[in-house]
């Protein structure tokens, strides 16, 4: 069992920073791509940005291009989300994932994520 730990969350004012912080035992040799995802009361949980197989590849919803950047840290299986210039509709519950190694899918697709930490919230004032 992959068990994530998510850190770094908080309250910011628009147009402030924050840097996400996934420990993700396993990445690499039992998971092949990590998620984050954000979700909002009444709303489904949505993909924000993906990294895949130690950094072969990103993904970004297209809220996020441009202003965050997923990154990780091999020594440390650790990935993380570099969040600038935020905006009020970037509040949320921030939720990383895992996806078994070999699973395939679709990097926004919550449903093939395997694990799941327990969520870090982001709360971002006008």
């Known amino acids: 069992q992959v068990q994530l730990v998510e850190s770094g969350g908080g309250s910011v004012q628009a147009g402030g920073s924050l840097r996400l912080t996934c420990a993700a035992p396993?990445?690499?040799?039992?998971?092949?791509?990590v998620g984050w995802f954000r979700q909002v009361p009444g709303k489904e949980r949505e993909a924000v940005a993906s990294i895949y197989m130690n950094g072969r590849s990103t993904d970004y919803a297209d809220s996020a291009r441009g202003r965050f950047t997923i990154s990780q840290d091999n020594a440390k299986n650790t990935v993380y989300l570099q969040m600038s210039n935020l905006k009020t509709e970037d509040t949320g519950m921030y939720y990383c994932a895992a996806r078994r190694l070999g699973y395939g899918g679709a990097w926004n697709k919550a449903g093939d994520y395997q694990y799941w930490g327990q969520g870090t919230q982001v709360t971002v004032s006008s």
């Open positions: 396993g990445y690499g040799s039992s998971t092949d791509r």
